[in-house]
């Protein structure tokens, strides 16, 4: 069951992205959400490569494009719909990817991560 509100479905643009900070054990994780074709995907801000989060400026994930997640350390790239690395030093690779549900307006994702 995915019971924690992230934000509403409007809050993120069309092929745009958004950043996220969920408390876990006193501590924070990054979280990316991104908005393409109308679908949501939401993924753990961690590249498989070095396992350092992947913007280097807030809510700035998508290579110029918009058509693939980029990691902004070596730019590793990445479908935005499952999350698996297409470029770069950890091809073959996946994004983590977090459980969610959409009911009505508002987005929910899984609160385990
Ligand atoms: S750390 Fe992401 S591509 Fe190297």
Redesign the pocket.
Known sequence: MSNHHLCNVSDIEEEDSKEFFIPKDEKEVSILAVKKDGMISVFLNN?P??G?P?NLEPNRFLDVEKNFIM?S????LFKIDDGECVH???MGQNLTQIPHEIRGEELFIDKDL
Do not use: D
């Open positions: 590249c490569h070095l350092v992947m990691c350390t070596h730019g590793a770069g030093p950890c």
